[in-house]
């Protein structure tokens, strides 16, 4: 979204420079899409017949539901450095742990290969603001 | 984001077809757009020098921001129409006080600019979506 | 929790004193224990092998977790009594719509019998909150 | 609280039996007080006086809010080691950095320090969880 972008450049503090204008709009992008497609996913699977093959996805998707959204607000306060890392490392397993699993139902699903794809461009995305990021 | 609308359009329960697939797409769009320049807005307003005279500002950002996080969450579950109604009421309430205020600091501040105008635009799409909603 | 009047004290602006200590700690502990009942549940019921008959359940659970978390900072806040108000309408039929469902389910799952105690203990509290309100 | 041990006694899944109902009942405690003294403190010091001096403390508090309140939520479904090691990491820094700031403003405001005590106490709590877990 041109907006994040737009929003995220009012921000003088923080992370900055390390941390481009572009890698961070990018991945407040892939988590916002992520959110959405994983929140999507998991009501989704709880409503369907094979509900009892989707239990440990389900919960993967709760985790990473929630582990993205709190991601996401302390990297758009981006001013506790070793904060984020740990926070973007607990961000890119959660996103990993639900693609690997909703990737296994993407063939039955449709929910879950949007979900998948979206919780891996995410992962990748934070991985990417992690490799710039001082430690 | 197109991707809204494909994630959306994989949920076939709920409050279809009361609420069409583009009315729902805008207002989650406009949600998550209003979350990060409301949740930027806040972290941003905390750092100004002028943070004396933002304060009833940064509390009503935090509300909004809450508050919209938690009111897409549901609407995305699409589910519960009643619940549904009682939290778009409380989001359309939490915009429009976080953008009265941050209307305010508007011509000062860049980032309370941008939030005013996400906050309202949320919520316009929050009052179409309850419009369309039975009640 | 003794903790909870004792931090609750600390804050001397917003809704007091319409809403006294009391009230307000009572409702800040049924939500917190509230939150905890509702996670633990939603979780328990996704891994049960019955699963397919507490779908609907699941969600009213993981919508009623939501809400009471985000009412429960607006509340902590006490300082926007329109959208208190507003919000704490939502919270009681997150609760109530939530023990609803559980409650079928509580004479053979031990985490519904409990949840849908706690919802219920939660919007009891919230009303009391709404009561003292003025409006 | 009584009924948080009780609440989690129904969860059979998961981390169990590497971290004992004991251990894990001390952390949910630890949290949800850590939860409801940092909102708290947040929210007050942005009415204080002295808001200038506070502004750091601030943010670190609304980053400690939302990571804790995550933390519980992945350590409440516990079913995912890896996830809830990195998140009780980033949970830790987080409480550990607020505590260092409201720390050093305890002496003159009474949120600040009931604040700093209950993030140490979190910080511990999630520490001893650590300790039990696998990796």
Excluded at 26 to 53: G, K, P, Q, S
Excluded at 55 to 72: G, P
Excluded at 73 to 80: E, F, K, P, S
Aim: with cysteine; proline share 1%.
């Amino acid at each position: 979204m041109a907006v994040t972008r737009q929003v995220l450049d009012t921000m003088t503090v923080g992370i900055r420079p390390e941390v481009g204008s572009e890698t961070l709009a990018a991945a407040i992008d892939a988590m916002l899409e992520c959110e959405e497609a994983v929140n999507t996913c998991a009501a989704a699977m709880v409503t369907e017949d094979d509900v009892r093959e989707l239990r440990e996805a389900i919960i993967r998707d709760m985790n990473c539901a929630d582990v993205v959204a709190v991601t996401r607000r302390v990297l758009t306060r981006a001013n506790d450095t070793a904060l984020l890392v740990a926070q973007l490392q607990a961000c890119v397993a959660a996103c990993e742990h639900s693609a690997e699993l909703c990737g296994r139902h993407a063939g039955h699903h449709e929910h879950c290969r949007l979900c998948s794809q979206a919780t891996r461009r995410c992962a990748d995305a934070c991985g990417q603001v992690l490799r710039d990021l001082p430690r």
